[in-house]
């Protein structure tokens, strides 16, 4: 056990793989992109006119709660799904009518373990390079490249299925840099592993980043895009609500703290101080956002007072990528 | 262009003969098995408690029953159950989507590893039949006709391996049971495998009846191949149906399992 940790700690330190160099602009572009599932319950629309542009070389969120339209989004970038409407354009190919091109230039881990289960985990990585057309020496070589980088080369000879869920993700990432994509795209990356890996997934990530690939992450979890991404796109119920730079987004909200009381009682008639720059009373809660929430806190419990309403619950939350949700859509994020 | 997918197509198949050959003895084991037995039962348990006495020819009716039976329903089987494993699990089916290759070229991936797959299988009933009897009793099969037995090698495969990505686009996991007690059972039963079809004039209605069923063809057709004097089906017919069916499914095959893989 010990060797083996030794054995990945000195791996880690070894350079991420050479990927090709690019140019500037975009590396992904949609316009309008919109689907619609049929069902037998009728038709569901997934995503409703998505246009965004996401930039070459950087590390960009794609956040949403569930059901927003993550997966389909990136269903449709990486060819898998159809769009009903509009067109995306994935490292210079249309999605539509290049989808060999797209599937060519992209590397893709999805959140489900589709791993080859009859394989090797090096096997996994050596054929993904022969799918595109590496030679078996080739593909070979790669493959205990990309494991010692990644810090599995122990792990190499071992049946996918004997991997636990961490590991199991690290292999998926370098089997999907086989073929050296210009856009490495991960859906849900750290869903169910311990926040252990989950860090290292983010190290390795932003490892990835800084080599000039161009990463899109889907994540539903805020800490995730606001920690790991420069710019995210957030979606709801299929639309996008924002696309900008985690700093830009947490400015945009004003900077504001949002403050959140829960009062025993309704206190619909609860007189909220003139500075406050947004409230909203629901029933029994009333949530103000201000750049200073000082003052605020007493000010309020003594509204409710006035009311006869005592506090039950109060909390408070940062500029944040939550607040800035909270105020473009006035909606409580729930992850 | 056309290059880069014939060589994605042949690292794919590289792949099934790879996992193919580490579990080689298992494939051995779950292909000879049954026609073992069965041979075994008719051509050595039955006559000799007497049930079939006469019937030590049988083994020259078998060979080409037991081929065609086998090679249909391992192509059927091998295509429709992996297919329906990578579209439930995970979703694991992605993995070789993401492979450049358009998802037409995929679909004939897995048909042309399934033809591949069941061919083995027919050749590995072939040398149990042939070679498994009683002293002295080896069935007396000779290549008549070499044109018609590549062809056979050909096509038999193709259109049943169609037939099981068809089968595996339509059908849920959950249904598998019942395919099999409802349509492979039945389709080796009724496969004229162990009877050439034409001594099914005792029973017009079941003569008919059976033409639906693709294992008669390639069973009538293998008959034409190694035993011509036993009565079979004339080969323009068995030939025509073959090629017909393997252009016909393997173009519904293909469309179904674009549309079940591109929602």
Same mark, same amino acid.
């Given at each position: 056990?010990?060797?083996?940790?030794?054995?990945?700690?000195?791996?880690?330190?070894?350079?991420?793989?050479?990927?090709?160099?690019?140019?500037?602009?975009?590396?992904?572009?949609?316009?309008?992109?919109?689907?619609?599932?049929?069902?037998?319950?009728?038709?569901?629309?997934?995503?409703?006119?998505?246009?965004?542009?996401?930039?070459?070389?950087?590390?960009?969120?794609?956040?949403?709660?569930?059901?927003?339209?993550?997966?389909?989004?990136?269903?449709?970038?990486?060819?898998?799904?159809?769009?009903?409407?509009?067109?995306?354009?994935?490292?210079?190919?249309?999605?539509?009518?290049?989808?060999?091109?797209?599937?060519?230039?992209?590397?893709?881990?999805?959140?489900?373990?589709?791993?080859?289960?009859?394989?090797?985990?090096?096997?996994?990585?050596?054929?993904?390079?022969?799918?595109?057309?590496?030679?078996?020496?080739?593909?070979?070589?790669?493959?205990?490249?990309?494991?010692?980088?990644?810090?599995?080369?122990?792990?190499?000879?071992?049946?996918?299925?004997?991997?636990?869920?961490?590991?199991?993700?690290?292999?998926?990432?370098?089997?999907?840099?086989?073929?050296?994509?210009?856009?490495?795209?991960?859906?849900?990356?750290?869903?169910?592993?311990?926040?252990?890996?989950?860090?290292?997934?983010?190290?390795?990530?932003?490892?990835?980043?800084?080599?000039?690939?161009?990463?899109?992450?889907?994540?539903?979890?805020?800490?995730?895009?606001?920690?790991?991404?420069?710019?995210?796109?957030?979606?709801?119920?299929?639309?996008?609500?924002?696309?900008?730079?985690?700093?830009?987004?947490?400015?945009?909200?004003?900077?504001?703290?949002?403050?959140?009381?829960?009062?025993?009682?309704?206190?619909?008639?609860?007189?909220?101080?003139?500075?406050?720059?947004?409230?909203?009373?629901?029933?029994?809660?009333?949530?103000?956002?201000?750049?200073? +929430?000082?003052?605020?806190?007493?000010?309020?419990?003594?509204?409710?007072?006035?009311?006869?309403?005592?506090?039950?619950?109060? +909390?408070?939350?940062?500029?944040?990528?939550?607040?800035?949700?909270?105020?473009?859509?006035?909606?409580?994020?729930?992850? | 262009?056309?290059?880069?997918?014939?060589?994605?197509?042949?690292?794919?198949?590289?792949?099934?003969?790879?996992?193919?050959?580490?579990?080689?003895?298992?494939?051995?084991?779950?292909?000879?098995?049954?026609?073992?037995?069965?041979?075994?039962?008719?051509?050595?348990?039955?006559?000799?408690?007497?049930?079939?006495?006469?019937?030590?020819?049988?083994?020259?009716?078998?060979?080409?029953?037991?081929?065609?039976?086998?090679?249909?329903?391992?192509?059927?089987?091998?295509?429709?159950?992996?297919?329906?494993?990578?579209?439930?699990?995970?979703?694991?089916?992605?993995?070789?989507?993401?492979?450049?290759?358009?998802?037409?070229?995929?679909?004939?991936?897995?048909?042309?590893?399934?033809?591949?797959?069941?061919?083995?299988?027919?050749?590995?009933? $072939?040398?149990?039949?042939? $070679?498994?009897?009683?002293?002295?009793?080896?069935?007396?099969?000779?290549?008549?006709?070499?044109?018609?037995?590549?062809?056979?090698?050909?096509?038999?495969?193709?259109?049943?391996?169609?037939?099981?990505?068809?089968?595996?686009?339509?059908?849920?996991?959950?249904?598998?049971?019942?395919?099999?007690?409802?349509?492979?059972?039945?389709?080796?039963?009724?496969?004229?495998?162990?009877?050439?079809?034409?001594?099914?004039?005792?029973?017009?209605?079941?003569?008919?009846?059976?033409?639906?069923?693709?294992?008669?063809?390639?069973?009538?057709?293998?008959?034409?191949?190694?035993?011509?004097?036993?009565?079979?089906?004339?080969?323009?017919?068995?030939?025509?149906?073959?090629?017909?069916?393997?252009?016909?499914?393997?173009?519904?095959?293909?469309?179904? $399992?674009?549309?079940?893989?591109?929602?």
């Amino acid at each position: 056990m010990t060797t083996v940790a030794t054995n990945q700690s000195a791996h880690r330190h070894s350079e991420p793989p050479p990927v090709p160099s690019r140019g500037a602009g975009a590396a992904i572009t949609t316009v309008e992109l919109g689907k619609t599932y049929r069902s037998r319950g009728g038709p569901v629309v997934a995503l409703r006119g998505l246009s965004m542009e996401v930039q070459r070389g950087e590390l960009f969120g794609l956040l949403g709660p569930n059901g927003a339209g993550k997966s389909t989004t990136i269903g449709i970038l990486t060819t898998l799904i159809r769009p009903s409407s509009g067109s995306a354009i994935v490292a210079g190919a249309d999605v539509l009518r290049e989808p060999v091109a797209v599937k060519r230039r992209i590397g893709v881990v999805s959140q489900a373990n589709n791993l080859d289960r009859e394989l090797t985990v090096a096997e996994n990585l050596e054929f993904r390079g022969r799918y595109f057309g590496l030679r078996t020496s080739a593909a070979r070589r790669r493959a205990r490249e990309l494991l010692e980088w990644d810090g599995l080369a122990a792990r190499a000879e071992a049946m996918v299925t004997q991997l636990s869920g961490g590991q199991a993700k690290r292999v998926a990432i370098a089997r999907a840099l086989m073929h050296t994509p210009e856009v490495l795209v991960l859906d849900e990356p750290t869903a169910g592993v311990d926040p252990q890996t989950r860090i290292r997934l983010w190290k390795t990530i932003r490892e990835l980043r800084d080599t000039g690939l161009t990463v899109v992450v889907a994540t539903h979890l805020l800490a995730e895009a606001e920690d790991l991404c420069d710019r995210v796109a957030i979606l709801d119920h299929g639309r996008l609500v924002v696309c900008d730079s985690v700093a830009g987004l947490t400015g945009r909200a004003g900077g504001d703290r949002v403050l959140t009381v829960l009062f025993d009682g309704p206190v619909d008639q609860i007189a909220i101080p003139h500075w406050v720059r947004r409230a909203e009373v629901d029933g029994a809660q009333v949530r103000a956002s201000a750049a200073n +929430t000082d003052g605020l806190l007493s000010e309020l419990i003594a509204a409710g007072a006035a009311l006869g309403r005592g506090v039950r619950d109060v +909390t408070t939350l940062l500029p944040s990528l939550e607040s800035a949700f909270l105020a473009l859509t006035d909606k409580e994020y729930r992850e | 262009m056309r290059m880069s997918i014939l060589r994605t197509g042949a690292a794919m198949l590289a792949r099934e003969l790879h996992v193919l050959r580490r579990n080689l003895l298992q494939f051995a084991v779950n292909t000879g098995m049954q026609p073992l037995l069965a041979v075994f039962v008719f051509t050595y348990v039955l006559p000799k408690i007497g049930v079939m006495r006469g019937a030590q020819g049988f083994g020259t009716i078998l060979v080409p029953g037991l081929v065609a039976s086998t090679t249909v329903l391992t192509a059927i089987a091998v295509v429709s159950t992996s297919l329906m494993r990578e579209l439930s699990f995970g979703r694991a089916i992605e993995d070789r989507m993401l492979a450049p290759l358009p998802v037409w070229g995929l679909g004939v991936q897995k048909i042309v590893w399934g033809a591949l797959h069941a061919f083995l299988a027919g050749l590995v009933v $072939f040398l149990v039949v042939y $070679f498994v009897h009683e002293p002295g009793m080896r069935p007396s099969v000779h290549v008549a006709n070499w044109p018609l037995l590549v062809s056979c090698l050909v096509f038999i495969p193709l259109m049943a391996a169609s037939v099981g990505l068809l089968v595996g686009t339509i059908l849920e996991p959950s249904q598998v049971s019942v395919f099999i007690n409802l349509a492979m059972i039945p389709a080796t039963m009724l496969g004229c495998v162990y009877f050439p079809w034409a001594a099914l004039r005792a029973i017009p209605w079941l003569q008919v009846g059976v033409l639906i069923n693709p294992v008669v063809y390639a069973s009538e057709a293998l008959r034409a191949v190694f035993t011509p004097d036993l009565p079979h089906m004339p080969v323009a017919v068995v030939l025509s149906v073959l090629v017909a069916a393997t252009a016909g499914v393997g173009w519904l095959a293909i469309r179904s $399992f674009q549309r079940r893989l591109l929602g």
